[in-house]
């Protein structure tokens, strides 16, 4: 569904050709399965955003292309929503005025979008809150916001850039659980960039792992844990110890 | 958020409720109201003792008022220095607001229109007024001129600013979610510097007053400007402080309800503010 054919990009100083200043992607190529949940694992440097930014069509690369469906993408789509780490909400608008936000621009009508968008809120647990601004709430509803007028487009690919990483840790777990619950009652593939090994495996069912300078794909982990993995504890499963401690290898090495 | 039915129960445990002592500092509009009344009635008392062509007193600046009223005078030429004002400002205002999110979004337009920005920004604006006197004689059209450069550059400086400030992000955010420019401009840009744009209009009232009775005091002639000029050669200091004072009262007025209207614009940046 989703292809990343030979991406290479090349950031300059000053956009200065004649000064390059960073090879952020080189020939980098993997694709993913529709309903796949993959993490673009590594250390900052390698990459990993500038790749899901790609994929947004928010920057072009130098070489290769993305495909999705087999078609080639190069712009942002409605095919395709990004769950931003700072979270991306605008300040002036209310709770349920940012997750109308992506529905405005796509001309649904007032009525129409504020019911999808109650719907979201609903899914992502802020029932109640659709009034209040951004800076009135915690940094994690915040985020579940971002969730929301993400998934209220109804993306095939939710791209989903280090989306817990500004959140303390009780709410990071609480937020990791949730998106697993809501990833699974939808067939959307998510591809969630983070340089948490832990959160990878815990996620995904199949981590790439990436390194720096230039950025590319060090190798693909498969992560076989049973899923739905909120029940039990899936961190003291024996294969997930093997998982982490394989990748971090990785990433040493 | 409304307190849970725990809270409650702390809160009335607690039992904060209990006078506190009295402070100055929880009655501040009480003590500004004070402040006023105790400065007025001082004036009053002191203000008689001074002679009467150097300064007036409240009560005798009252009695002027009602003579000018009554002459209706004063309602004349307060009339029409209004409306130059609210032309003049009004132009000023959308222009600059347009220019300020050109220059502010568009490096061609920036460097196209700045070097005529800053160098009328930093000319003092009644160094104008004589060839701008000269240009459109001593009718309305002159003085409309005049609050116009007096009101556009705050505007224009600080839309542009404004826009200068909105981060990258949101504006990536924008984009990630499908927006063209004119969504960007409309849902992004305008409502990111609108804190900034209201910022100007603030000081864009005020420096258009200033312009408008600059202007009418030098072609002394009708308006507000004109009457201080008028009173002030005839020695007539408590008709002068007429003037002076509805100028000051119009500002106030003016200043606080852009305020008000920033509030309701901006609601976000109410809340956000800190004590």
Redesign the interface.
């Known amino acids: 569904m989703l292809e990343v054919r030979q991406l290479s990009k090349v950031f300059f100083e000053q956009n200065d050709p004649s000064k390059p200043g960073l090879v952020a992607l080189y020939d980098v190529s993997f694709s993913v399965r529709k309903n796949e949940f993959v993490c673009l694992l590594g250390p900052s440097g390698c990459g990993k955003t500038t790749l899901i930014r790609v994929i ?3 920057i072009q690369a130098d070489r290769g292309e993305i495909r999705v469906d087999g078609k080639p993408v190069t712009a ?3 095919d395709r ?2 769950v ?1 780490q ?1 979270f ?1 909400l ?4 209310t709770v349920l005025g940012n997750v109308e ?2 529905l ?3 001309g649904i009508p007032r009525e129409q979008r504020r019911e999808i968008s109650r719907r979201y809120l609903e899914l992502v647990g802020l029932h109640g809150f659709e009034n209040y ?4 709430i915690s940094g994690g509803m915040q985020q579940r916001v971002g969730i929301a ?1 993400a998934l209220s ?1 109804e993306p095939d690919i939710l791209l989903m850039d280090e989306p817990f990483g500004a959140v303390d840790a009780q709410t990071r777990e609480q937020l990791q659980e949730e998106l697993l619950k809501i990833w699974s009652k939808t067939d959307t593939t998510v591809i969630f960039v983070t340089h948490s090994i832990d959160e990878s495996v815990y996620l995904s069912d199949r981590v790439i792992v990436m390194q720096s300078r230039p950025g590319r794909i060090k190798e693909e982990v498969r992560v076989e844990l049973p899923r739905p993995r909120w029940e039990g504890d899936v961190k003291a499963d024996p294969r997930f110890a093997e998982l982490r401690a394989r990748i971090r290898e990785s990433l040493r090495g | 958020m409304a307190l849970n039915a725990l809270e409650q129960q702390a809160l009335t445990d607690l039992d904060l409720s209990r006078a506190r002592p009295f402070r100055l500092a929880d009655r501040l509009g009480a003590v500004r109201v004070l402040s006023v009344g105790l400065l007025i009635l001082a004036w009053e008392i002191f203000g008689r003792d001074v002679n009467p062509l150097f300064l007036s007193y409240p009560s005798a600046i009252a009695r002027a008022t009602m003579q000018l009223l009554t002459a209706g005078e004063f309602q004349r030429q307060a009339l029409g220095s209004l409306q130059v004002y609210a032309i003049g400002l009004s132009a000023a205002l959308l222009l600059g607001i347009a220019l300020g999110l050109l220059m502010g979004r568009y490096r061609l337009a920036e460097y196209i229109l700045d070097p005529y920005v800053y160098a009328l920004d930093a000319t003092p604006r009644v160094a104008l007024i004589p060839l701008l006197l000269l240009w459109f004689g001593l009718g309305p059209m002159s003085k409309i001129a005049i609050v116009f450069l007096s009101g556009l550059f705050p505007v224009l400086m600080n839309t542009f600013s404004g826009v200068r400030t909105v981060s990258a ?2 504006v ?8 063209g420019e004119r ?1 960007i401009f409309a ?2 840009i305008l ?2 510097s ?1 804190p900034f744009i209201m910022a100007g209009i603030r000081l864009a009232v005020g420096r258009a007053l200033i312009g408008i009775i600059t202007a009418e005091m030098f072609a002394a002639v009708t308006g507000l400007g004109a009457l201080l000029i008028r009173y002030s050669s005839a020695l007539a200091t408590d008709k002068f402080f007429v003037p002076v004072i509805f100028l000051a009262v119009l500002g106030v007025i003016l200043s606080h309800a852009v305020e008000l209207w920033e509030k309701r614009l ?3 940046k109410e ?2 503010r800190a004590l």
Not at chain 1, 90 to 93: A, D
Request: proline fraction near 11%; aromatic fraction near 12%; charged fraction near 20%.
């Open positions: 947004a069509g928010l942002p789509g409605r929503c990004m931003f700072q991306g605008l300040p002036w608008r936000f992506g405005e621009i796509d601004y951004p800076h009135q007028r487009k | 992000s949101l990536e955010v924008g984009r990630a979610y499908g927006a969504n849902k992004i409502p990111a609108l901006a609601p976000w809340t956000e």
